[in-house]
């Protein structure tokens, strides 16, 4: 009787489990709305998953096969979630409705994880909001400014590094490995007010603690993709995705420079000192040790690893298009020119060029495929065709704005593939379909440290140094199919050197062309 019984309560299990997995499948059908037929648990995710095709690519498939639709079904996994094509959908959800659409998707359990989830990125509602109004004057363009000095000297560690490095006859670089420590020096210097340089001394903790807790190797993928998916499996499996080392390392940063700066009066231009006049300014708020690490750690996670990852596609385009390296090279040495040889925040934040150039490479190498939106109040869409109905999303449903397909569009961007800054020089970009960051109250709020800290590193290594392709560089980049996140396969390799050397600057020492001489 015990046995049948327990059969019985497997067989119902399954029936359900079946049925649920079966409802979920058929949700665009029974909203009339198209989509990718997908298997069951996997979704549309398969080929991702085993690594036939990287998320961008997938996702602008899906895009490029529907070209009449302002929106189509996608199951992520047994999710179903509307993937917009439409530029004034995106807009009217992700700024007109962006009260009913105001939460991203959590990657990170509390329960888990407790200090990095509470970074801004993974708030929701009241705490989002709460959070997003005491650190905005963090990052306005004047306190950025402030930091420019200290982004200026991590910069000229660099150059120092790879003048000496590469001598009079250049030497080949993996330029992640550069950039990913220009970029924790920036970052350390910045918000956790640590001088650091990691050429000097390139096993310092620092560098190594961020490098363990942002390389995601296939176990932390497993744990991604867990916690994102199947999140009370994750919870219940116990599957952290950042570690109590790592939260009590950057703690433990955090706690000493406040204790040391309360005691010693100490004032210096970076993200803990903004946090802790925040702190002194609004005692109510409880913005204390762990919300200061979070915020702190969520800035440390952007620029270690996306913001390196953005400044190796743009050196790779500058190096590979040598008219591209000229004519930037050209509007430098007229900054150094009337600045006397000693740029200044100004000088370098209102070069035309140069940020045409750093727009042109975030248009075609947008750090994620999508960003995300969940529905928190029920919202009527406009019809996915002329000749279809209305639809209403519902609570928990998802949407992803697609902003890598947009970029490709060439309803958009004439020769999408094309690396072209001369398209951003006219202000003829629709910047509704350009969206690097985001889109709406919810755009990156460390977007203009990325963008400076990018636009310096740029400066100071065409200042300095001739970029070159090496038989190692690939030309066109093929984009990995191994990360979420957009990067090249077989990584990024430049051959660097120390400018006014004979070499001439040339488009490839392998023999191929690159894509503006086909």
């Keep these: ?8 309560t497997i067989l119902a299990a399954g029936v359900c489990l079946y049925y649920f997995v079966l409802s979920k499948l058929i949700y665009f059908e029974r909203l009339k709305i198209r989509y990718v037929q997908p298997i ?54 992700a700024i007109k409705h962006f009260d009913n659409f105001c939460n991203h998707r959590s990657v990170v359990n509390e329960s888990l994880d407790p200090i990095a989830s509470r970074n801004l990125v993974s708030l929701q509602g009241h705490r989002w909001r709460k959070m997003r109004r005491l650190l905005s004057p963090t990052f306005t363009s004047s306190k950025i400014k402030m930091m420019f000095g200290l982004m200026s ?4 560690n660099l150059i120092n590094f790879v003048i000496t490095e590469s001598g009079k006859t250049g030497k080949t670089f993996d330029i992640n490995d550069l950039f990913l420590r220009y970029a924790n020096d920036t970052v350390a210097t910045c918000a956790f007010g640590i001088s650091v340089d990691s050429f000097k001394h390139p096993k310092n903790t620092f560098f190594m603690i961020g490098k363990e807790g942002m390389t995601f190797n296939a176990w932390k ?14 919870k219940l499996l116990k599957l952290r995705l950042i570690g109590s080392k790592i939260e009590i390392f950057f703690k433990d940063i955090v706690s ?33 040790i762990d919300e200061m690490t979070a915020q702190a750690f969520v800035l440390f996670a952007a620029g270690f690893d996306s913001a390196t990852t953005a400044m190796c596609f743009m050196a790779h385009e500058v190096g590979v298009n ?19 040889g000693k740029p200044t925040y100004e000088a370098i934040n209102h070069m035309k060029y140069l940020d045409a150039v750093v727009n042109e490479t975030l248009r075609l190498y947008q750090g994620p495929a999508f960003t995300d939106r969940i529905c928190i109040t029920e919202t009527e869409m406009p019809p996915a065709t002329p000749d279809g109905e209305p639809i209403t999303i519902k609570p928990g449903d998802a949407v992803w704005f697609p902003g890598f397909s947009l970029h490709r569009d060439p309803k958009y961007y004439p020769h999408p593939d094309k690396f072209d800054p001369e398209r951003f020089m006219d202000n003829s970009v629709d910047k509704s379909v350009y969206m690097p960051f985001g889109i709406g109250p919810r755009i990156c709020i460390g977007n203009r440290f990325a963008l400076i800290e990018a636009k310096i590193m740029l400066f100071y290594l065409l200042w300095k140094c001739d970029l070159e392709p090496d038989v190692k560089t690939k030309v066109p980049l093929v984009i990995s199919k191994t990360s979420f996140t957009i ?11 120390a400018r006014n050397s004979k070499a001439p600057v040339v488009c490839l020492s ?7 001489q086909r």
């Design 1 to 8: 009787m015990e046995l049948s019984t327990l059969l019985m």
């Design 153 to 156: 000297e991590c910069a000229e």
């Design 510 to 516: 392998n023999g191929h062309k690159n894509e503006n």
């Design 221 to 234: 993928y497993f744990k991604f993709f867990m916690n994102r998916n199947f999140p009370l499996f994750a």
């Design 487 to 497: 990067t090249a396969e077989g990584g990024f390799w430049l051959k660097l050197r």
């Design 322 to 340: 040598p008219d591209v390296q000229n004519k930037l090279r050209e509007e430098i040495d007229d900054v150094l020119r009337w600045t006397d």
């Design 256 to 288: 000493n420079v406040i204790k040391a700066r309360d005691k010693q009066g100490i004032v210096r231009p970076d993200m803990i000192q903004l946090m802790m006049e925040i702190r002194n300014k609004d005692s109510g708020s409880e913005f204390d």
């Design 40 to 93: 069951p648990l996997l979704g549309n995710m398969a080929q991702v998953i085993f690594r036939r095709i990287s998320m961008a690519e997938h996702i602008q498939n899906i895009y490029n096969r529907f070209p009449d639709e302002k929106y189509v079904g996608f199951y992520d996994f047994t999710r179903p979630t509307f993937i917009i094509r439409d530029p004034e959908i995106i807009s009217m959800i």
